[in-house]
């Protein structure tokens, strides 16, 4: 590479952090919720970008929450037992067996894989699930369904206890039934309900899709929680983007100031989305 061409980039990426400044005071001090999918987890190069990204947030005074999926994984898992799974409305059936296949991927091998990344890239991070400390507490979600539940109760102080130690969290969507058995809980769902608990100031679902769509394809970077609903009502949100935006709409209802439904496939995904002013993906809020 040619001199000029050096100082040419160096030039434009000084640039690129000083407008950053006002974004960096913005979110000093903030909880942003990151609900990292299965489907985003696609490399252990993607993982580790993620990984750096989440530090780099850390570093310049966010405080990061990482719920994550691991759908692929646990039918990865369940094929190799040859336990058969059944899906009702997006959600997975969860018996006895399926349950323990179910833990064993999310609280072992996917959320050990994430905590390893972000502590590689310098950061202090610690996994634990829903269960650990009864941070999550569940009702059962449908009888059809088995053990899969839904957060009633989020007791948040080991969250507050890890940010004043400057401690990363990764939490397995898992929570503890009424009669402390283990309950499976949909990621995006978990996510919402932490981001709510915690009144974060974003809640991020990173997905494998650029964000909502309109009847062109193209898509919408700003929206009021109005328009989702209309979106829905005619059609236009439909199939498995109606139960991430119900999950953003229940998130605001909580107290979370805005979701986020971006592409976690592309890179610095959530950096891009708070430290720039154009964004990534779509923003959904209470009001203009």
Known sequence: MRKQDMNRDWIATASTLSAALPYLQRYNDAIVVIKLGGNAMSSEEAMEDFARDVVLMQQVGVNPVIVH????????MLEKLEIKSEFVNGKRVTDKATVEVVEMVLSGRVNKWIVGAINRQGGRAVGLSGKDANLIICDQDAPELGLVGTPA???TGVLTTLFDANTIPVIAPLGAGRNGETMNINGDTAAGA??????ADRLLLL??????MDETKTVL???????????TASGVIAGGMIPKTQTCLDALEGGVRAAV?????????CLLELFTEHGAGSIIRAAK
């Open 261 to 269: 439904i971006l592409d976690g496939r592309a890179p610095n995904a």
């Open 221 to 231: 970077t700003d929206l009021t929680v109005e328009q989702v609903i209309e979106m």
């Open 153 to 155: 109760e989020i007791d």
């Open 207 to 212: 997905t494998d899709v650029p964000g909502v």
């Open 69 to 76: 999926g691991g759908g692929p994984m646990i039918n990865e």
């Open 194 to 199: 932490i981001a709510a608990a915690l009144t």
